[in-house]
């Protein structure tokens, strides 16, 4: 396989080596989903021969070229900011979208996951931190997207919880801040939606640089990409 982003670098950074560094100290019951957007396959393969089958990426073509290329049990997951009419291409494979933005794109999701006769699990995105660019939806959005109630009638999709990207800030106070809102934000909903829904249980926050925080602050998902495949070449 080749791919236009693999540099030589790639080949000699030692993935398995670091996705067993990040495994020894992530606490049982939470999930490391390998982010390997922009690194190639081959990457991805060795991951996988170390027993990871987790992975997310944020584009679709991307994500179809390494579904296509790399074994079927891998269980994809969708982090980047999803257009409504890219939903059709992945929704015969993909297991979770972890990015749902708005009642739109859930809408649509549920539609093509009905067409593959599928049921896709899905995360609300969050938006809690600082900065103005990221994705998500603001807590009171995400309070009128359940109170509004559509959502109960989609019958193939699954809200399995949230998602949420903190800021990009070494500060830990903040970073703590914005994990702890996001945790107490999922108690609310938990506690007003979906309390006798076992499904409802994932808090997705947790990135390469600020993991162990969002560990502590309730995580029972991490994202981890660049200390597993090292830098990314854009
Ligand atoms: C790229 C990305 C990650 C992984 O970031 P790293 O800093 O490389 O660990 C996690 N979540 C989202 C939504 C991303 O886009």
Redesign the pocket.
């Given at each position: 396989m080749t791919s236009p982003n693999m540099s030589s670098s790639d080949m000699d950074y030692d993935v398995k080596g670091h996705l067993r560094e990040v495994l020894a100290s992530l606490p049982d019951g939470v999930q490391l989903v390998a982010?390997s957007?922009f690194h190639p396959a081959e990457s991805i393969a060795e991951a996988y021969a170390e027993g990871q089958r987790v992975f997310?990426e944020?584009h679709e073509q991307e994500l179809a070229r390494k579904h296509e290329a790399l074994p079927k049990d891998i269980c994809w997951h969708f982090?980047?900011h999803l257009q409504t009419n890219k939903v059709k291409y992945i929704a015969p494979y993909i297991n979770m979208v972890?990015?749902v933005d708005s009642l739109r794109l859930l809408r649509e999701i549920n539609k093509q996951a009905a067409r593959c006769g599928r049921v896709i699990d899905v995360l609300l995105e969050l938006h809690i931190a600082e900065e103005a660019t990221k994705y998500g939806l603001a807590p009171d959005d995400c309070r009128q997207l359940l109170a509004g109630g559509e959502w109960r009638a989609m019958a193939n999709v699954r809200i399995c919880g949230l998602?949420m990207?903190a800021s990009f800030t070494d500060d830990e106070r903040q970073l703590r801040a914005e994990f702890t809102r996001a945790a107490d934000f999922f108690d609310e909903v938990k506690q007003a939606y979906f309390a006798d829904d076992d499904a409802f249980r994932e808090r997705s926050w947790g990135?390469?640089?600020d993991?162990r925080l969002a560990v502590e602050c309730r995580s029972t998902m991490v994202?981890?990409?660049?200390?597993i495949?090292g830098p990314?070449a854009y």
């Open positions: 982010i957007k997310g944020s982090i980047g972890e990015s998602m990207m990135m390469s640089h993991w994202r981890i990409g660049t200390a495949f990314r």
